[in-house]
Structures are given as structure tokens and as C-alpha cells.
């Protein structure tokens, strides 16, 4: 069984460009999970996707976007970066199901727009 | 929306047990409240996951009352090794997740 993984490690941007981050779920887990976590603060809510649909968002505006795969991978987008969109950024997969909020939680990607 | 209020920090020493309140209202009938301990610079691990009353599992424990407005983790005879930051987690009834702040647990020797 393998974990949650998330690419890359580290990321440095600048403001206005865009970014993709990706993430590969636990092995038979069908639910992603996305949060941004600011230095000091706990993670946030961004989106959720089931079955390659979004099922949950948070208060991020339109930039922020996700796609889920049917291998139910993921991938997190943001265009236009502001200097506000630095932090970590988190990835959790799980089963949909009555406790689908035991989430595994992959080590996530620090990114940097400067 | 769903708010959950959790003491900023807590200080422990080693051998005691420590527990953490976490006040949330407006949560999803359905759901259920989860743990999470944090170390710096990783992701968040699962501790602990309840609907009502009391749940225990090898580390902890969960109490949460009938009103499921509040839920406390309780960790027994706590190590140098559980400093961390611990987090609950909720669902809101709009289907958002919700973080409370964190707690960071200072345990002493």
C-alpha cells in the first residue's frame, strides 16, 4: 500500500504566473482533498473531488481549480499568483463513505511566489 | 459556516495525561469530528475519529458530548515525542471541511 504523494517538494514563482500541483492518492482511496496551509495557521479548506467531481468548496476565488483523474489522482491549479498564495499546500486522499473524514494527508508542497 | 475554537497552546510534563477542547457549532448533522496531530513541516496525521460519546483507540481517547458542540482529546501519560500541533476537523452543513486553529502541545521533561 503506498501513501499519499505530492509534487513538487518546493516551488518558487513569481506574481501573475501560474502553478499546477499534483498528487497521487492512497492506493483504493476514491476522494481528494485540498487545503492551503499558511505559516502558523491551520490548513484551509480549498476543494474536494469524488469520483473525479467536485464535491466541496471552500472560500477560494474561481483561480484556484482542480481536476481529478480516474486513477483519482489529482492535480490543484492557480493562475494569476499573488504574493498571499505562498504557503503549503496539502493534499488528502480518502474513502468517500460515513467516516470520509479519515483523510491521509501526503507531505504537501511549499510554494513561493515572490 | 461551521466555527471551531481550540486553545491557542498547551504545556505539559511527561506522564501526564493532556487534553485538548475543541468548541464547534454548526456542523454537519452527519458528519463526523476527527483529530489530526501535526509536526513542522509535514502533513497532518490521523489521531482519532468520533460521531457521540466516547471513543478510544491505542493513543487516544475522543469525548464527544450529545450536542456534538464541543469534543476533547484526551492523550494518556503523554512523551517528549506527542509535542506537536494537534487540529479538529469538521464539516460544515454547506459540505465544507474546517480546520480548527491548532493547539500546540509543549511537552516537558
Known amino acids: 500500500e503506498t501513501g499519499v504523494t505530492q509534487s513538487p517538494t518546493h516551488l518558487i514563482k513569481t506574481r501573475g504566473q501560474q502553478v499546477t500541483l499534483r498528487c497521487s492518492s492512497q492506493s483504493g482511496h476514491n476522494t481528494v482533498s485540498w487545503y492551503q496551509q499558511a505559516l502558523g495557521q491551520g490548513p484551509q479548506f480549498i476543494f474536494q473531488y469524488y469520483r473525479e467531481e467536485e464535491n466541496g468548496r471552500g472560500n477560494f476565488p474561481p483561480r484556484f481549480s482542480g481536476l481529478q483523474f480516474p486513477n483519482y489522482s489529482s492535480e490543484l491549479n492557480v493562475n494569476a499568483l499573488e504574493l498571499d498564495d505562498s504557503a503549503l499546500y496539502l493534499c488528502?486522499?480518502?474513502?468517500?463513505?460515513?467516516?470520509?473524514?479519515?483523510?491521509?494527508f501526503g507531505p504537501g508542497t511549499r510554494l513561493t511566489v515572490l | 459556516l461551521a466555527k471551531t475554537t481550540q486553545p491557542i497552546s498547551m504545556d505539559s510534563y511527561e506522564g501526564q495525561e493532556v487534553n485538548i477542547t475543541c468548541s464547534h457549532n454548526n456542523i454537519a448533522t452527519n458528519d463526523y469530528i476527527t483529530w489530526y496531530q501535526q509536526f513542522p513541516s509535514q502533513g497532518p496525521r490521523f489521531i482519532i475519529q468520533?460521531?457521540?460519546t466516547k471513543v478510544t483507540n491505542e493513543v487516544a481517547s475522543l469525548f464527544i458530548p450529545a450536542d456534538r458542540k464541543s469534543s476533547t482529546l484526551s492523550l494518556p501519560r503523554v512523551s517528549l515525542s506527542d509535542t506537536a500541533v494537534y487540529y479538529c476537523?469538521?464539516?460544515?452543513?454547506?459540505?465544507?471541511?474546517?480546520f480548527g486553529q491548532g493547539t500546540e502541545l509543549s511537552v516537558k521533561p
Open positions: 476537523l469538521v464539516g460544515d452543513q454547506g459540505g465544507k471541511l474546517i
Open positions: 488528502a486522499s480518502s474513502l468517500m463513505g460515513p467516516a470520509y473524514n479519515e483523510q491521509f
Open positions: 468520533g460521531y457521540k
